[in-house]
């Protein structure tokens, strides 16, 4: 099976800005869970859709949201970039989600805000 | 409060030597997994291993192997005769809560590097 792509995997954008990042999740998959990196914050958790529903949300604000097709493709937005936007986003697909899930994880959009 | 605790920022070893990463987890559901992925370069975090709250037996694949020790909350990660390849940063991960709740709760991360 494919493992789980994202597009674009480089972006630079300026403050004020938005983006919207993709990701496709490994085929069957319908749970996708997005994640922010970054080298002081680490990895945090964003949001996660289930059969096109956001089941599952962190603790960011509402620039950032996502949807998901019915072919469980993901989309990621955010809106008015600031700075601190500058991070790696990771997408992760499993097959139902849940703590027993196993998560896999794409390669990742390196997002630059200047 | 921060629920993964990876201690170690980085460790640096020669090629060949043995190294251990070690996680400590806090929870106060029964219930729950832990989970340990590798991420290099590129940026992929690549799975490694899965270990259910019930199921307290070590695992060892290849070099790898996993010691899970509910007493101590500890599930720590021993590489054997570490090489270059194994260079990377690894996490640490809890999963807990219930459907429609559940967490992904990662830890810092551990960076390895491996000398040739």
């Known amino acids: 099976k494919a493992g789980v792509t994202q597009t674009p995997r480089y972006l630079i954008k300026t403050r004020g800005q938005q983006v919207t990042l993709s990701c496709s999740p490994i085929?069957?998959?319908?749970?996708v869970s997005w994640y922010q990196q970054t080298p002081g914050q680490g990895l945090q958790f964003l949001f996660e859709?289930?059969?096109?529903?956001?089941?599952n949300k962190g603790n960011f604000p509402g620039r950032f949201s996502g949807r998901q097709f019915s072919n469980s493709r993901s989309e990621m937005n955010v809106s008015t970039l600031e700075l601190g936007d500058s991070a790696l986003y990771l997408c992760?697909?499993?097959?139902?989600?849940?703590?027993?899930?196993?998560?896999?994880f794409g390669p990742g959009t390196r997002l630059t805000v200047l | 409060a921060q629920k993964v605790t990876q201690a170690q920022t980085e460790i640096s070893v020669v090629e060949k030597e043995d190294v251990t990463l070690d996680c400590v987890y806090e929870?106060?559901?029964?219930?729950?997994?832990l989970f340990w992925y590798k991420q290099p370069p590129s940026g992929e975090l690549v799975f490694l291993i899965r270990?259910?709250?019930?199921?307290?037996q070590n695992e060892i694949s290849g070099r790898y192997s996993w010691n899970f020790q509910k007493s101590t909350s500890s599930f720590n990660f021993t590489i054997t005769a570490s090489q270059v390849v194994d260079s990377a940063v690894y996490f640490c991960?809890?999963?807990?809560?219930?459907?429609?709740?559940?967490?992904?709760?990662f830890g810092t991360g551990t960076r390895l590097k491996v000398l040739a």
């Open positions: 992760a697909s499993s097959s139902y989600g849940g703590i027993i899930d196993t998560q896999y």
């Open positions: 085929s069957g998959h319908r749970s």
């Open positions: 859709y289930f059969s096109e529903t956001q089941r």
């Open positions: 991960a809890l999963s807990e809560g219930t459907s429609g709740t559940y967490k992904y709760i």
């Open positions: 929870t106060r559901d029964t219930t729950y997994y």
């Open positions: 270990r259910n709250s019930f199921d307290e």
